[in-house]
């Protein structure tokens, strides 16, 4: 099962379809995008709420559903068929008669580029120059997609579909995406040859991105425009930033803190040293204590990797690996024969 419907709408398999309803509009209340603007996870939350109720709310659906654990024969099954996000609104705002507060922009789809950075690039930020290819109106046919451009027969130009459908809760209203002219209103009969009717072509862009300190695996960075166009749109989808951090050979990340191993002699251990290292930052100079012990850690703040959302930077932390040698001459071996009758040694 790719989804727990039931865990999504907060209710158990015995619910009601009264309770049904009444859990989705206060879990899809909850998670509006008008109430979580720019809220991408919310976003993502609001959807599911929609497909679980999409599923429960249908006798039939809901008996493959909880007989099989998934719809269609398959976990990759949309139950809303061709429909798009704006779908989803409409079946909401019919439902529930919830109003959005301005109309929805039609934006392109969206691009998403990794970015690997290495340990150096987290802390210190970095300068990178990416390139990509997006969709772009097509100059041919300025967008259109070809000349003689009509009023779509299957929705008169409208652009969506009005279906009627007959549920537990009564007969419910539904303004769809019309799959005739997915969503223009508009049908092309001659069909332009340079994007063969989707009005847009491929340009290869480059563009200069500063990916700030503190960037680690995971982060995303949002560029607003720099994604797609698309036919019937209103303004370019957006470039998403993913960052992946690589592994470095000789530091290892713990949060936001680094951790080190120095290796020393049993004699530094002892008598202690003067060390340097090279980090992300720079060279660095500390100093191993007279009588440091195996697995001791030394911590030197400000030296870790710098947090991006609370602006505090972790700390080095060093750890200190005392090497016993394994094979001593005779000589060496009467050295220490004779600090064994020193009071220090025993």
Request: charged fraction near 25%; include cysteine.
């Amino acid at each position: 099962m790719s989804k727990d419907y039931y865990k999504i709408l907060e209710i158990e398999r015995s619910a009601t379809a009264e309770e049904i309803k009444k859990s989705y509009r206060k879990q899809a209340m909850k998670y509006h995008p008008d109430k979580n603007p720019g809220d991408t996870n919310a976003e993502e939350k609001f959807k599911d709420c929609a497909e679980a109720f999409e599923v429960l709310s249908d006798p039939q659906k809901k008996q493959e559903y909880d007989t099989y654990g998934t719809l269609g024969g398959n976990d990759n099954f949309n139950p809303f068929g061709g429909g798009g996000f704006g779908d989803i609104f409409s079946r909401f705002e019919d439902l529930f008669g919830f109003g959005r507060q301005q109309s929805r922009v039609k934006k392109g789809s969206d691009l998403r580029i990794k970015v690997n950075l290495n340990l150096s690039d987290v802390i210190n930020g970095v300068d990178k120059k990416l390139k990509y290819i997006r969709q772009v109106k097509c100059n041919t046919c300025n967008g259109l997609g070809g000349k003689d451009i009509i009023n779509c027969t299957g929705c008169a130009g409208s652009g969506v579909r009005r279906i009627i459908q007959n549920t537990p809760f009564g007969t419910i209203q539904q303004n769809v995406s019309c799959n005739n002219c997915n969503g223009s209103g508009k049908q092309i009969r001659n069909t332009c040859n340079n994007c063969r009717g989707n009005g847009t072509t491929p340009l290869e862009e480059t563009i200069d991105v500063h990916i700030p300190q503190g960037a680690s695996n995971g982060m995303s960075f949002n560029m607003p425009g720099q994604g797609n166009w698309g036919r019937g749109v209103d303004q370019f989808g957006d470039l998403q930033i993913l960052i992946e951090e690589s592994s470095d050979p000789n530091f290892r990340r713990e949060h936001n803190n680094l951790i080190y191993t120095q290796n020393i002699s049993v004699i530094d251990a002892i008598i202690g040293k003067e060390q340097k290292i090279v980090t992300p930052q720079g060279e660095l100079r500390f100093t191993i204590k007279p009588g440091t012990s195996h697995k001791d850690i030394l911590r030197i703040q400000g030296k870790g990797v710098p947090d991006l959302q609370i602006g505090r930077v972790g700390d080095l932390l060093i750890t200190v690996n005392i090497k016993m040698p394994t094979n001593i001459s005779d000589e060496e071996k009467m050295v220490l024969e004779s600090l064994k009758e020193s009071p220090n040694f025993n």
